[in-house]
């Protein structure tokens, strides 16, 4: 084992993913004043983005203007980081970037320069790092993604930085979550074939293993551990400043002294970890077991529209999709799941011809008004669709039951044969196995339904949606089967800030703007902006 570890803390730069690089002022200047008392070897304080056209914080730049007015500690080195993209991609080329973004060494509190950089455009950062060392900077590379190359590139590449006599650490980083410490061991074999300097690793926590990583990485000679408090960054996060600390000193390697963030930890950083929720989850680890990118996991679980079933239905959407780099329109394809297709084996058209429809939802105005609404069924007899299994209402008095979302059926669909109710769903919306699962124990009317922007329309057989929600495909179903009205129990909604609340308000916009679509009607207290009346009014029972 290296007897010389360097513990670089990374938590202003690697955590501002959630706050957006702006972190309270007071938080900062007690950061700083622990990571000194820990004897922290270097601390990474920010980027050193170029203008963007978004609010971001100091940390997001890390300018040498701001790094003199917050009291720097004497006894660590300071880091900042530059995306080699960035860059690379400057209409004034790299040269004018740098320009723009450094002044020389001795005129800037900061020691080292981070080029972060995908293995692929690896051959356009020489200039760049050429040009950073020139002005007397140290220059770490950060190689990103780097299972996604095999071990004899990763030795032409090591070889490559080499020659280029301007980089004095060669980091590697876990991108994606994936590596153990097998891999780890085989990454650095491969690197030290082309590289005889030092090298360090980023881990991330995708499937727990920052930790185990970083100390297999220094078993093997990794001398540059990053770590950040509680482990914040992106995605799953990273190697807790405070456990690797701790581990280091257990074992005697290096002067550290971990308890001196304890407070600050168990304080500020608490608080922004149940504020942001970071840290490892089955959404990250199957992230990093399928090779996806952690910010599509990140970007939904800060999004009130992904629920469990959402978040697991837009992993299988991305999983076979090369999702390994984070793109916006990647991430809309996977909000709408499974494509599917709009024509389904079961024609609905007539099957509830001039009859009431009664939709049942699992708000908990149906367990508020059970009884009324089983009055309402035995004297009324509508047919009776109930969004997806629900246990307050008895399947004696349910007609079918309506599921559509892929993850839904799934986690259901043990379920079905117990009910002895026909099951309506779009069959090319879910896998062969699901299907062979229940198809000789369920009755499946098979209502297709194609996910697609923008869209409500209606076919005798299925049917082409905004998103697979049980709400609008159950009264696409009502539609095609010719009811003659809709009533709506336990349809509750949301606050008006909600963005499911939003979602809906536009589908019943959409709805509603369509050529002869049958009336709704709410019959229990619901948010919707939906007709509504009253279970209890006599108007109804007619």
Known sequence: ??????????????????????????????YLSAVAIAKIDIIELGFRFLSVNKFYGASAYSTDVYLNSINLPTNVLVSVMVNATELIQYEHGINSAVNKLFYEKKESPVDIVRIAVNVKEIEEVFEISEKIHDLGYRVFLNLMQVDSVNNTELSRIASLVSDWETIEVLYFADSLGSLNSYSVENIVDSLLIGWSGAIGIHAHDNKGLALSNSLAAHMVGVQYLDSTFLGMGRGAGNTRTEFILTEMRSLSLGDYYPDAIFPLILNEFSKLQRRYKWGPSIYYYLSASYGIHPTYIQSMLGDERYGPEETLSAINFLKPNNSSFFNIENMFRASLGVEGDEDGSWFAKDWAKNKTILIIGSGKSTERYIEIIKDFIAKMEPIVLCLNVNDIISSDIVDAYVTCHETRILVESEHYSRLNKPIVMPLKRISNSIYKNIEDRVEILDFGLKVEEDSFIIN???????????????????????????????????????????????????????????????????????????????????
């Open 1 to 30: 084992m290296n007897k010389n570890p360097k513990i670089l803390d990374c938590t202003l730069r690697d955590g501002g993913y959630y706050v957006d690089w702006d972190f309270d002022e007071s938080t900062v200047k007690k």
């Open 460 to 542: 005798n057989n299925g049917c082409v949606l905004n998103s697979a929600l049980a709400f609008s495909y159950a009264i696409s179903v009502a539609n095609a089967a010719n009811a003659n009205r809709i009533l709506l129990v336990g349809v509750d909604g949301y606050e008006p800030s909600d963005l499911r609340q939003i979602e809906m308000v536009d589908v019943i916009k959409r709805y509603n703007n369509m050529q002869d679509c049958i009336p709704v009607t709410a019959i229990t207290p619901t948010t919707y902006p939906i007709n509504q009346k009253s279970i209890f009014d006599p108007d109804i029972w007619n």
